[in-house]
């Protein structure tokens, strides 16, 4: 069995959400996960980005596609001019002075990245569509998050969609519209961060769906029954092919595990 991971490391967007104060003990999930992986022997091959061919080369019995999703960018006039949270938690944008985080999914990354802005200095602004921010999180998370970011001093704007940022000197305007009013507010700031989910990458599943047994499809009802969910479908197919979590759509951490474990059961 082995493990084929694109970057240095396991733990995909793990390492992304590890990175506030508050929610550094995500990590233990991957943590747990990859010394059991260590303990099971597995072929683990970091820095190896897998396309079909690859696969092919392995000759595997069953194929597991976990590649995740890429951030998703809103399609709006000055577009090019946002950062993405992705690309402050994974250190490639280093900002500094006034942030605007616009957050379309009201969960957990636009959170740890508002945090980690604010912690390293940033004035930082967090504006969502929703009745409240961080809407998404359970009772027992949002109050330890919540807190944090209050005491990091960040404003709070709900009811309030980005819809265009525009150049103005070395900084930028963000058009705000007001969701219940439809009232239209112009922001200065120098720099607009960007949460809106993420997009599968599911290019090498739908590449190698033709030459699998199953042809990707997993049986549901078997999966829900903790039966073999899959079917042959095509009797020249090499091996069965599932793909798990962000990869089928921008989710969580449990859905990927879920997915994994009601797929590969009986792998
Ligand atoms: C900042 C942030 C905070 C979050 N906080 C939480 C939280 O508190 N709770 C929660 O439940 N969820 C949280 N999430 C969401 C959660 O991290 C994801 O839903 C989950 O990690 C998805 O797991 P995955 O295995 O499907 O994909 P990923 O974690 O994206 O992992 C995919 C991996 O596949 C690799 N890969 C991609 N293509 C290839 C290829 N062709 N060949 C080889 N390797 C490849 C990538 O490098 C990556 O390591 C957060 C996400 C972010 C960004």
Redesign the pocket.
């Known amino acids: 069995m082995g493990i ?4 240095d ?12 104060v508050t ?1 550094k003990q ?1 990590w233990g999930i991957a943590d747990w996960l990859i010394n059991e992986v260590v303990h099971l022997g597995v072929d683990v091959r970091l820095n ?4 079909a061919e ?1 696969v092919f080369a392995e000759k595997p019995d069953a194929v597991i ?6 951030p998703e960018m809103p399609d709006m006039k000055g577009k090019d001019l946002l950062t993405t ?2 690309e402050v ?1 994974g250190g490639e944008a280093r900002l500094t002075g006034e942030v605007l985080v616009f957050d379309e999914v009201v ?7 508002a945090e980690q802005l604010a912690t390293s200095g940033c004035s930082v602004t967090l504006v969502t569509p929703d009745r409240a921010v961080a809407h998404d ?1 359970g009772p027992t ?1 949002s109050s330890v998050v919540l807190k944090a970011l209050a005491e990091q001093k960040l404003k709070l704007e709900c009811f309030h969609e980005l819809i265009s940022v525009e150049p103005k000197g070395n900084r930028k305007v963000a058009t705000l519209r007001h969701v219940l009013t439809d009232e239209r507010t112009e922001s200065v700031v120098d720099h607009v961060v960007i ?1 809106n989910g ?1 997009r599968p ?1 599911d ?2 599943y739908l590449a190698l769906k033709e030459y699998s047994r199953n042809q990707g499809q997993l049986d549901h009802e078997a999966m829900i029954a903790g039966q073999n969910p899959f079917v042959e479908k095509n009797k020249s197919g090499q091996f069965n092919l599932a793909r ?5 759509s ?8 879920y ?2 474990l009601r797929a590969c059961k009986d792998i």
């Open positions: 084929f991971e694109a970057s490391r396991l733990g995909g967007q793990l390492n992304l959400a590890s990175k506030s929610r995500v190896s980005y897998v396309e690859d596609v976990a590649t995740g999703g890429w949270s992705w938690l969960d957990h990354p636009a959170a740890v990245c999180l998370n949460e993420t990458m290019d090498i798990v979590g962000d990869a089928i921008s989710r969580n951490i449990h859905a990927a595990i997915d994994a």
